[in-house]
Structure formats: C-alpha cells, structure tokens
C-alpha cells in the first residue's frame, strides 16, 4: 500500500496525449484549445465612436467656436465620412467609424441642438469618447493561448477573428465499466439481494460534464468472460474506468484478468479513506490507462475526482489549480490514512467556509447530493483547528 501523494504523482506520470482535431464554433465550449489564436487585424479596426452625439475636429473648440453645422448623420456600419469643413460636425451614433478628420466625440446629454447646429453646454476633452483603432490589442497579437479551455468569452473572442473553426485537444475514447452480479438496470425492481446500477451512471454524468460521451459496459462476476471481454476493450479505447472488483474478495477477479492482460500494475492500494482498493495501471502496446475503482459509491465518486479529473486535465494540457477552503470546526485524523472527507461550502464575505456532511460510511449514496466536494485531511496527531485552510476537491462546479 503506498501513500495518497505517492499515488496521485504516479497517476499524474501516466499522462497520454490524444492529438487534436477541428470543431465548429459552437461546438467548442468546454473544449481545450490546440493552437494561439492571434488577431487578424487591429482591435477595435477603427476609431469608432462610443457615444451618441456629434464628431468635431477639437481645434475648432481651440478657436472659441462652440456652434457647429451639422452636415449629416453616420451610423454604424456606414463606411468612413470626413467633414467637408471642419467648422462643422456629423451627428454620429455609437459604435460608428469617426469621420478622417474628427478627433472628439461630444454626446448628446452635453449638447443643444436646434434649427440644423449643435451647440455645446458644457466643456469638452480633445479625444474624448472614441475607442481608437488598435487601443485594444494590435494585429498579430495573441489572443488566446494554447491549452485554453474555451467558454463563452473566448467563444466571442474566435467569432471576432473570423474562425469559424477551430483545432483543439482530442478527448480521449472512455468506457465505463460496473461489476457484480447484484447489479441491475435502473428500470428494474431490484429483489433483496440486489441493487440498481448507479455508480457507472454518475461516472458517465461526470464525464459528459468533460464532453466525453463513454461507452457503459457490465461484467459479471466471472474470470473468463470478464478477460474476453477486456481483451477487446483495452484495444479499443484509451481509458478504461472500472467500479468495483479490485477488492479482496473471491470474485474481485479484476486485478488478476489485467496481469494476464499484460496491463502494468502501477499500484493498488491507497492509504486513503474512502478508496483505499483503488488499481491502477496501463496497457503499454495499446497506450490504454486503467483506474479501476472500489465499488462502493463514495469511493468511487471520490476517486474519479481526486485522481482521474486531474489526470484528465493534465493530459490536455489544461492544468488544476488547487482550490483551499477554511473548516467551520475542528477535525482529527490521526489515523495512518489520507481521509477526504465530504463537505458542504459557504461563501462568507468572499471567504469559503467546509463544514462536514454527516454519511455513513463509503456506501452511503445518497450524502453525496448533500456535498459541494471533499476536503482532503494528512494524516497528523494535532487536530486541525477552525478556521484552518486545508486542499479542497470541488465535486460541483459552483462550488
């Protein structure tokens, strides 16, 4: 048995790259960028009013003129006027090009205007109220940078240089596997011996979260049809996800089929409460990576947070950041485990506060709808205090 940090290093030095391909606009969100998106012209591309009102040249303001002839009307849209006397002015609408020989906008709230002139009621700043061309970034600038995950800003972002499409990191081919003979599909009256499928189910919720649509498959508790079964698989896609079959028991056959398999045990066995069963390995001929996962719930749902997100993530190139909370209470573990326990957040006055979810052990389903995360406790012989930071794995992204 190796420690937390032991296990979460040798997960994170198993990391694949998966290329890349191209998807359509809108289709990106969620997506990790594959290349720099670099400005295909000046940012804004002119000088572009910010108000609604008139264009003037300032010098005129200079020669004590403070009534001006309005020539016309520009919108936005309209390509670029000039004055034919900079004496004059053009009304000039928000977000429309000022006129060659304009250097001030002058918005109507500052403005009387009668009888075809505008005259001015309050003073004026050369250059005010224009978004000048290039202000923002120039052509050629990088924009977007590589391993960005794309949202709806960066959507707007490529939308404004014209890419319709774009290159980002390929998503890895998952399949989702549940063990057991005691499991049966969720449209089905379980008998008392028997439960309904639900860890393989919020896995494949978990990755759709990723963008990753996986294949669910079952396996029954038996040797042979377990490594027919496997054998196609670990051929067929990159990451293999198991619940279950990795513990001690006469029918956790899962260990035992991978080693036949050639799939290289990396470990199995974490000291860490809940998923202390967790195997992990990796079929070197077909770059497949195996974590399989006790089959109780909380552990599994901890472990595919703790290890396989990041993992995921650092594959991409689209590292974790680690997030610290502060605990509501005092809290032991003096235990020889790393111990995650599952916590409900509070943002106090821009400070995040944990406070613990009662559950009944790595069974208990149905605390985890109660939780935001787990806070992750070393092991140590001073308790922690209240008030203290302590690591926090987020299990809902608005936590």
């Given at each position: 048995m190796i420690t937390y940090d032991e296990a979460y290093n040798k997960v994170m030095s198993q990391t694949l790259e998966f290329g890349t391909e191209s998807v359509a606009l809108l289709q990106g969100i969620g997506r990790i960028l594959a290349d720099e998106v670099r400005a295909d012209r000046d940012f804004p591309p002119f000088d572009r009013a910010t108000k609604d009102g008139i264009a003037i040249q300032y010098a005129t303001i200079e020669k004590g003129i403070e009534s001006f002839?309005?020539?016309?009307?520009?919108?936005?849209?309209?390509?670029?006027?000039?004055?034919?006397?900079?004496?004059?002015?053009?009304?000039i609408m928000t977000g429309a090009v000022v006129p060659e020989n304009a250097d001030t906008v002058i918005m109507y709230e500052h403005l009387n205007i009668k009888d075809g002139y505008a005259t001015l009621n309050t003073s004026v700043v050369k250059g005010q109220d224009i978004h000048y061309k290039g202000s923002d970034v120039i052509s050629g600038s990088v924009l977007l940078k590589k391993n960005k995950l794309i949202g709806a800003?960066?959507?707007?972002?490529?939308?404004?240089?014209?890419?319709?499409?774009?290159?980002?990191?390929?998503?890895?081919?998952?399949?989702?596997?549940?063990?057991?003979?005691?499991?049966?599909?969720?449209?089905?009256?379980?008998?008392?011996?028997?439960?309904?499928?639900?860890?393989?189910?919020?896995?494949?919720?978990?990755?759709?979260?990723?963008n990753i649509e996986p294949k669910l498959i079952h396996l029954r508790d038996d040797r042979e049809s377990i490594k027919k079964e496997l054998i196609h698989i670990l051929k067929t896609y990159d990451v293999v996800l198991l619940s279950g079959g990795v513990s001690r028991g006469k029918f956790d056959f899962i260990p035992e089929v991978?080693?036949?398999?050639?799939?290289?045990?990396?470990?199995?066995?974490?000291?860490?409460?809940?998923?202390?069963?967790?195997?992990?390995?990796?079929q070197e001929s077909y770059k497949t990576v195996v974590f399989s996962f006790p089959g109780n719930p909380v552990s599994t749902y901890a472990n595919y947070h703790i290890y396989f997100l990041p993992w995921l993530r650092k594959s991409l190139g689209h590292g974790s950041i680690e997030?610290?909370?502060?605990?509501?209470?005092?809290?032991?573990?003096?235990?020889?485990?790393?111990?995650?326990?599952?916590?409900?957040?509070?943002?106090?006055?821009?400070?995040?506060?944990?406070?613990?979810?009662?559950?009944?052990?790595s069974g208990d389903l149905t605390s985890l709808a109660n939780s935001d995360g787990f806070i992750c406790l070393r092991p140590r012989e001073k308790a922690y205090k209240k008030g203290e930071s302590v690591p926090f794995i987020s299990t809902n992204p608005q936590a």
């Open positions: 002839k309005i020539e016309g009307v520009i919108s936005a849209g309209m390509p670029q006027r000039k004055l034919s006397d900079t004496h004059n002015c053009m009304e800003a960066e959507i707007g972002v490529l939308a404004a240089v014209g890419k319709s499409g774009f290159l980002v990191k390929k998503l890895p081919k998952v399949c989702v596997i549940s063990t057991g003979n005691e499991l049966v599909e969720v449209s089905e009256q379980p008998l008392p011996h028997q439960i309904r499928k639900s860890n393989v189910l919020s896995l494949y919720a978990a990755l759709q979260k990723e991978m080693e036949t398999l050639e799939v290289k045990k990396v470990f199995h066995r974490v000291a860490q409460r809940p998923g202390k069963p967790f195997w992990f390995g990796a997030k610290h909370v502060l605990i509501e209470k005092a809290i032991s573990n003096t235990t020889s485990l790393t111990r995650f326990v599952q916590v409900k957040t509070q943002n106090k006055k821009g400070v995040i506060w944990a406070m613990e979810v009662r559950e009944n052990g």
